[in-house]
């Protein structure tokens, strides 16, 4: 397996193309397999891929009939919360598709117990999606985290276990998280690694020509996931200004 590196222009191209994988993906997965695992992200940089795919074309070349959505991590906030990965994905994408309701696995993030949540999802992903994911979307953030494993996070480590709570991590939005751990990286076909913007910039580049271990850039465990599977990272230009593979061409 290898890392491939697709750098759009602009935001609108950089959502067209992630776009046309997850459609590329969903028809050979439903036609292997019978059903598309899909993997969502949180943050800001998902949204115009959401709204790609709930409109044309896009949106008429998913059979979401057979489309299984699960979700790489979620805030410690009730559904209602502006801050909720989950309230944020349904608003853009889920309430605009023919998805089925029982085929969305949310994670809770309103729940009293985290850890308890964090065991009840591994058991529903082992249950509904058999523990694997087709694609699997990963935000980056400025401080270089994926998912909800920041800088220093012990949940770095883990490769038992599928699901943790992150409590009280150095992160903005300053809550709690639920995160899926880098054992995960092991169960997706394919990875859809993404990021806009200049302020991603840095980041990016520690990701992708860094030496950094995990430890304290979280993203170089997308290095080491290519390995065993496909990984693709999709920026815009202005996230990818510092690399300097593309400034010496």
């Given at each position: ?120 999802y591994a058991e529903a992903f082992e249950r509904e ?121």
């Amino acid at each position: 397996m290898t890392t491939e590196l697709l750098v759009e222009a602009d935001v609108a191209a950089f959502a067209h193309a992630c776009a046309e994988r997850v459609v590329s993906a969903a028809r050979e997965a439903i036609a292997a397999r019978g059903r598309f695992v899909l993997g969502l992200t949180g943050g800001s940089t998902p949204e115009p891929i959401h709204r790609a795919l709930a409109g044309a074309p896009f949106a008429g070349a998913i059979d979401w009939g057979r489309v299984v959505v699960v979700f790489g991590d979620e805030r410690a906030v009730p559904v209602e919360d502006p801050r909720s990965n989950y309230r944020a994905a349904h608003e853009t994408l889920l309430r605009h598709v023919p998805l089925p309701e029982g085929n969305v696995l949310r994670l809770c993030g309103e729940a009293a117990d985290l850890d308890a949540e964090a065991r009840r999802y591994a058991e529903a992903f082992e249950r509904e999606a058999a523990g694997h994911v087709d694609l699997l979307f990963v935000g980056l953030g400025k401080d270089a985290h994926v998912l909800s494993l920041y800088p220093g996070s012990p949940a770095i480590a883990e490769r038992a276990r599928l699901v943790v709570a992150e409590l009280e991590p150095p992160m903005e939005p300053a809550v709690s998280r639920l995160t899926f751990t880098p054992a995960v990286f092991g169960r997706a076909r394919r990875v859809l690694a993404i990021a806009t913007g200049a302020g991603k910039a840095e980041a990016t580049r520690r990701a992708l020509e860094g030496d950094e271990d995990a430890l304290a850039c979280p993203a170089a465990l997308l290095r080491a996931a290519a390995a065993t599977t496909s990984v693709t990272w999709v920026v815009d230009a202005a996230a990818a200004a510092g690399l300097a593979s593309l400034r010496a061409r």
